[in-house]
């Protein structure tokens, strides 16, 4: 569900970005105030878990559309809803400097539709209440369940509205949210089921993650060997379950074609050009591959394409994703300490 600059005006792009940083500051100042360095290692780790997770596009049968995880519930889940905001806005900068995944203009509306409305409002409001202090299995399976399918259609419902007060007139609102919302609450419901299964492995292996307050009451020493796997997770998902993924259009690419009948271009000139330029010139994995191999990708149709697509160059872009992910996590829980001191 990540937004091409395409989907926005400037105004409306700028607003979210307003939007999003204002969510970003309270989270940092309440980080800070919660003076837990133990949390860090953590975060890091899940950053690069969610990015190489992202990578996997699974297919909604009988649609010709797939989803991938979004992964702000399960981090609000693991971290609590501000260090978890943190982290899913690291992994959507990672995806949209480097991979070119999700416009540079769209970015404030992508972290607000995919963290800030998880982590804020779906965790909070649906998860908490259900899940309550984590104890019960039931209660986390369909607390998780019931927060995915709840925050993915605010996001979807938020993606619409953004697109609609952008003046995109071959998109109206009607066939596009009939399009939308269905789409997204069956990747939705198969989401919940991987943040379901992912929470009931952490708290097997450490319940005390799951109580309110998430990993903050654990220390550096005891989280490694859940640190550890977490990091091989990771480099096996990003550098090889990648190969596996739906090649078929995401949830939104879906909706846009069939509501305009072909993909949307963003104006060449003006912000939409000169961030298109920026973008292109940082992102030197684009599509999460060599630059010579997704061009080639571009030219063959999805009926020539092998599966699993095995591709060294998949595999790069997961491990340096991830690793960039962990990297710029870390970089800024070191800011907020030095700031906190």
Known sequence: MHMADALLSPAVGATMWLASGAALTVSARRLREQADDRLVPLMGVLGAFVFAAQMINFAIPATGSSGHLGGGLLLSILLGPYAALIVIASVLTVQALFFADGGLLALGANIFNLGVLPCFVAYPLIYRPIAGDGASTSRVAVGAVAASLVGLQLGALGVVLQTVAS????????????????IHLAIGLVEGLATA???LFIRRARPDLLAPGGGTTSSRATLKPLLAALGVAAVVTGGALSWFASSQPDGLEWSIERTAGTELAAPEGGVHGMLARLQEA???LPDYGLPKAAHAAEVETAEQLDWPAVDGGTSLAGVVGGAATLVLVWALALLLRRRRR
Do not use: N, R
């Not at 003046?167 to 269905?182: D, E, K, Q, V």
């Open 167 to 182: 003046g995109i007139s071959s998109l109206p609102l009607a066939t596009f949210l009939l399009l939308m919302l269905p």
């Open 197 to 199: 299964a992912v929470a």
């Open 282 to 284: 940082v992102s030197f």
